[in-house]
């Protein structure tokens, strides 16, 4: 019924009814002819479509196209996987967070430590699952990040955010790449001839939604933001919200960057400005940054206390700190000077400020109001306070005996001749061990001796322990030595 190939004015076809009536016999459920005939659509070459009606014709299937051609693409999953990572680079915007994002990293050696807040985009191998179980791999590899940025530990935890891609998501994504792969590869094909217009009009309106569709697929796929989060007292964990109910994707005016932005600001995870309270008070028993017996703080240590720990709210950046400083001045909380620690240039108490006045640098300070009222009350030539009078003589009257005779010289400070540390030190605090007693006695001067005792157990690969470890403690010391246990077998 739907066959010609010659002598016939028309091309033969028929309707879905006509189809059934000639092939339907007792016993036979019109269900099944129904769906065997879509299976036909799909498989024949030459079964053409057109207003309900079937017929075999001389120009190929599309459809039965595009099932071959995804079958072949399916067989290169590198090409695949490239095309998903360009509809990634052109989703996740650019121009959102301080610096470009890093995308698909393969290790911790390709994310930068710095003090820069970053956005790591991570490839659909760690993909978010919906059970802990499923979250391993993913919630491994982030950790890894966050402790070390290749053979060296990660300093600045705290300005790192990731963007996740959930496990039902990247099933989508991928097989929208790959239809759009099979039809851009018929495109080129036939693109001169060998299809009617009403299949090359076909192919087009396929081929447009194809395009549109992969960088949807990519929106609704990243919709995990992590961050890292914990406790002054040394404990980490992960900060992990995911996106529900957000609109389709609009180009121009979505960004996977600034979803995780919108994301970290509302829950409060990442600030624009702080409360300068926090700054001078802390916040309860949860931290504290500047001890209360200390009357100033180094501005740029501040800013690398934000950029390190974890229990500290993320900041968008150095101005979000410049202008929580020109509150607390405004506000007399505390005051801003720059000099070297004892001596200050400039102080700003009580005033205000434009914040891109209170650069961080070395040599910038905050001072307790009380240290700040009294170094301008010397700068100003108001004299200080009168010292209390003498005590009295023995028959009641004021002593008078050293009157005339110049003061004498304040006592020199107490010095030692020898300081010796002992004491364990959590291997994820080396460095604030480093700048808060090892630096600061060689910036005093002190020669400086040290000893590392460095014990690593459970299954410790000897591989690494003799090609990199013992190689490492030999080129700090020739005289360094590491000693192993090797376990049974």
């Not at 057109?50 to 039965?64: M, V, W």
């Not at 400020?353 to 100003?380: C, T, Y």
Request: charged share 25%; with cysteine.
């Amino acid at each position: 019924m739907t066959y010609s190939h010659s002598g016939a004015t028309r091309p033969a076809s028929a309707g879905r009814p006509q189809l059934w009536l000639a092939t339907l016999q007792p016993g036979i459920v019109p269900a099944l002819a129904a769906d065997a005939l879509d299976k036909l659509r799909a498989r024949l070459w030459y079964l053409a479509v057109d207003e309900g009606t079937y017929r075999i014709d001389s120009q190929p299937n599309l459809n039965q196209m595009l099932v071959t051609r995804i079958d072949a693409i399916r067989q290169d999953p590198e090409a695949v996987r490239e095309r998903v990572r360009k509809a990634v680079e052109e989703v996740v915007g650019r121009r959102v967070f301080p610096t470009d994002p890093i995308i698909w990293p393969e290790g911790s050696d390709q994310v930068p430590n710095r003090r820069t807040l970053t956005l790591v985009v991570l490839d659909p191998a760690h993909a978010w699952g919906s059970t802990e179980r499923a979250q391993q791999s993913a919630r491994a590899f982030i950790e890894d990040i966050l402790n070390s940025a290749g053979h060296t530990f990660r300093q600045f935890k705290n300005t790192l955010v990731f963007l996740l891609p959930t496990a039902e998501g990247v099933r989508m994504m991928q097989d929208t790449a790959v239809r759009l792969l099979a039809l851009e590869a018929i495109y080129r094909q036939y693109q001169d001839s060998g299809l009617s217009k009403t299949q090359m009009e076909q192919l087009e309106t396929d081929l447009s939604n194809a395009r549109k569709g992969l960088p949807g697929a990519v929106w609704g796929t990243y919709t995990v933001t992590i961050a890292p989060t914990g406790s002054a007292d040394g404990e980490s964990t992960l900060w992990v919200k995911q996106e529900h109910g957000f609109p389709g994707y609009r180009p121009g005016e979505h960004s996977l960057a600034g979803r995780a932005w919108e994301r970290l600001i509302d829950e409060q995870r990442l600030l624009e400005r702080l409360d300068p309270r926090l700054i001078s008070e802390g916040k309860g028993d949860q931290w504290r940054l500047w001890p209360a017996e200390d009357d100033r703080i180094n501005v740029e240590v501040l800013w690398d206390y934000f950029c390190r720990f974890p229990y500290l709210p993320m900041l968008t950046g150095p101005a979000a700190l410049q202008q929580t400083i020109a509150w607390g001045v405004q506000r007399g909380l505390f005051a801003y000077a720059l000099g070297d620690g004892e001596t200050f240039d400039t102080i700003h108490l009580r005033e205000s400020l434009p914040s891109g006045e209170f650069a961080i640098v070395e040599g910038a300070w905050l001072l307790r109001p009380a240290l700040a009222e009294r170094l301008l009350a010397e700068r100003e030539g108001v004299a200080p306070p009168p010292p209390p009078p003498p005590p009295p003589g023995p028959d009641g009257e004021e002593d008078e005996g050293d009157e005339g005779k110049p003061p004498l010289p304040p006592p020199p400070p107490a010095v030692y001749q020898r300081v010796t540390i002992d004491t364990p030190v959590d291997w994820r605090r080396w460095y604030d061990f480093y700048q808060a007693v090892i630096k600061p006695l060689a910036e005093a001067g002190a020669e400086v001796r040290l000893r590392v005792q460095l014990e690593a157990s459970g299954e410790v690969n000897a591989n690494l322990v003799d090609l990199s470890v013992k190689e490492s403690v030999l080129q700090f010391n020739p005289q360094g030595r590491v000693e192993v246990e090797e376990g049974g077998v």
